[in-house]
């Protein structure tokens, strides 16, 4: 698979075959995905934590949501919970170039869970104290993304913006996962 079908196949995803766990192992080689991806100024200042252990990932499934824009019945049922979580730490001050970094090493954990037949969903919507707590954080370290991995059951795809012009997700009539996306020449605003 050429990288820009990788791309639109790595669709958030929010249900997930709960029964199907992501091993220690697993986690540890997307992590290494993000580890060997490019870091501004080559710093290299993020850590992460990966969850495989079950009570763990269902406590810290507790602690985020996943969907804020699905009605509470269109999100996942308890048998839908992710089989892993890596949790994406940096230093409570970051410049704005190691912000950036956050994103890219998201964006290659995505990648490679995709590539490896599972999906993610990159969570902002965090308890983050009580994140720290419940994984043992080091003080001097904050959270900054939460991602749940596991092997999706939900179809998602991309679709044209809704008429309104909405790009919010959503699901439709058949259940699936919609996400609108802008055409190439609306995302082009200059051509030389």
């Known amino acids: 698979m050429n990288l820009k079908d990788?791309?639109?196949r790595a669709r958030t995803c929010r249900r997930f075959k709960g029964e199907r766990r992501v091993s220690s192992e697993m986690l540890a080689d997307l992590v290494d995905h993000a580890r060997l991806s490019a870091s501004a100024r080559n710093r290299q200042v993020l850590r992460f934590a990966t969850i495989a252990d079950r009570d763990t990932c269902e406590a810290l499934n507790n602690l985020?949501?996943?969907?804020?824009?699905l009605t509470p019945e269109q999100r996942a049922a308890a048998t839908q919970h992710p089989g892993g979580f890596i949790?994406?730490?940096?230093?409570a001050h970051m410049d704005d170039f190691a912000v950036i970094d956050v994103g890219i090493a998201a964006q290659s954990i995505n990648l490679a869970a995709c590539e490896?037949?599972?999906?993610?969903c990159m969570i902002g919507a965090v308890?983050?104290?009580?994140?720290?707590?419940?994984?043992?954080?080091?003080?001097?370290?904050?959270?900054?993304?939460?991602l749940a991995i596991g092997e999706p059951d939900e179809i998602r795809r991309i679709v044209a913006p809704r008429p309104d012009g909405s790009l919010t997700y959503?699901?439709?009539e058949?259940?699936?996962?919609?996400?609108?996306?802008?055409?190439?020449?609306?995302?082009?605003i200059i051509k030389k």
């Open 87 to 91: 949790v994406i730490a940096g230093p």
């Open 6 to 8: 990788l791309i639109t």
């Open 174 to 188: 058949r259940d699936e996962h919609c996400v609108p996306k802008r055409p190439l020449n609306e995302c082009i």
């Open 170 to 172: 959503y699901r439709d």
């Open 127 to 146: 308890k983050r104290d009580r994140v720290a707590e419940l994984i043992g954080l080091p003080g001097d370290l904050q959270i900054r993304l939460v």
């Open 64 to 69: 985020v949501v996943m969907g804020g824009s």
């Open 116 to 120: 490896a037949g599972l999906a993610c």
